[in-house]
């Protein structure tokens, strides 16, 4: 079935403003509350979120075997469960719909009114229920510095790296949607120099620039998927803060790994953007310096994507000071590689769960993904515009990530994904 509603000459009646992250090619989808208090899956063209509960029960989506409350619900899980074949009908309709040469909506006011809200008068909800996280640690970039920063550049990439996409099952009740500030969390840290720990608040709070897929339900319990079909069960990707307490999870890690330092909060971005959408931002992944075991060598050469990721930090006087400039093609190993290496062990992946691709960092200092990286343990302090420094984040610290694809005839965006860091709460 043709992705029609990739079209490039496509153009909509609503009003898209130029290098809009939502243009009718990108169409989206996510959970918002409307003014009237209901809750919707819908989507996105230009600065105008369309409800797609009503749009089906007006009839829009005529032809296409759907339930009848497959949008009246608070998350995409069932829509994504129904499959590639379904996402893309209902894109193509959508795309149809609002294609500036079709009158049906667009003549039809009564409708437009039920349909459509200003986004700037929706509520953005966390759009999926995630039932399980895994993070992976795809950046060979990101990997080299911190272990070159930890270990020395003699030992900087572990014996396992380059055969195996490294990753971690990660907590799923603190992933939060864009906006949702984020406490300091608590925790033992080991200070400088000391054998015995201490209790507190982290001192060292970091981002981690970071995408995200969704899948749908994949595989049953016990049937790896193979590498060559893992896309197919991809339904698309948002940006992702896995935000990380540096000083808790130094203490902590040996030898399980990450916990406190993590669990605390991940932020996505509330919209997810589908594979469809990006499947003009195709790219070369990057050459793999060992031959990995046949299940995880992919046929196709071109399994990444060129999506351009700034992070910003929005300091309390309003500043917006850009921090790093880097791509998600850098990654070392793919999506379609790290799904396959998931589930070679025979492990079931369903609709709604999350895989973090890892801290994205290219190969020049501008492009590091983590303040860890960025201030280069403490050792390189950031000045900002106001003239203050830093080499970790403080309270009242705003982080903003942005992403987009974009080539001569379209620009396909992510939004934003931001949270604020407020004080420790208070301990009773």
Not at 262 to 268: C, D, N
């Amino acid at each position: 079935m043709q992705i029609t509603a990739n079209n490039p000459d496509r153009k909509s009646w609503l009003e898209t403003p130029e290098n809009c992250d939502f243009p009718i090619q990108n169409i989206p989808f996510g959970v918002f509350i409307t003014k009237d208090d209901i809750i919707t899956i819908g989507t996105r063209i230009g600065e105008c979120a369309i409800d797609l509960g009503a749009f089906h029960q007006l009839g829009y989506f005529e032809g296409i075997p759907l339930t009848d409350d497959i949008f009246m619900q608070d998350s995409l899980n069932d829509f994504i469960a129904d499959g590639r074949k379904t996402w893309r009908l209902v894109r193509n309709r959508i795309a149809d719909v609002f294609d500036a040469k079709n009158p049906k909506l667009r003549d039809n006011k009564a409708h437009r009114d039920i349909i459509i809200f200003d986004v700037n008068e929706v509520e953005m909800l966390l759009p999926i229920d995630v039932g399980d996280y895994t993070d992976f640690y795809s950046s060979k970039e990101h990997a080299t510095n911190v272990g070159v920063m930890f270990r020395g550049k003699d030992n900087a990439l572990m014996p396992n790296w380059l055969h195996i996409p490294v990753g971690y099952h990660g907590r799923a009740s603190s992933i939060v949607v864009s906006g949702t500030p984020i406490h300091r969390p608590y925790g033992q840290t080991l200070p400088q120099g000391e054998s015995t720990p201490v209790f507190g608040p982290s001192k060292l709070v970091d981002m981690e620039v970071e995408t995200a897929f969704i899948t749908t339900a994949a595989n049953h319990l016990g049937e790896p998927i193979p590498v060559d079909e893992a896309e197919e069960y991809i339904f698309g990707m948002v940006l992702f803060n896995d935000w990380s307490a540096r000083d808790i999870q130094k203490w902590e890690y040996v030898p399980l790994g990450p916990f406190l330092g993590k669990s605390f909060a991940s932020t996505i971005s509330p919209w997810i953007v589908t594979m469809d959408a990006l499947e003009p931002f195709r790219c070369e992944s990057p050459k793999q310096d060992i031959k990995p075991l046949p299940y995880l060598q992919q046929t196709r050469t071109d399994g990444t994507f060129d999506v351009k990721i700034k992070a910003f930090l929005e300091t309390e006087n309003g500043d917006l000071n850009l921090l790093t400039t880097t791509n998600f093609k850098y990654l070392y190993w793919t999506m379609a590689q790290q799904l396959a290496h998931h589930t070679i062990n025979g492990c079931n992946v369903r609709a709604g769960d999350m895989m973090g691709s890892g801290t994205i960092s290219g190969p020049t200092q501008n492009s590091f993904g983590s303040m860890l990286e960025l201030a280069w343990a403490g050792k390189k302090p950031i000045t900002l515009k106001d003239g203050t420094q830093r080499v970790f984040f403080n309270d009242g610290d705003n982080v903003i990530i942005r992403g987009y694809c974009e080539n001569e005839n379209v620009r396909i965006g992510f939004g934003k994904c931001t949270g604020k860091i407020l004080p420790p709460v208070t301990l009773k």
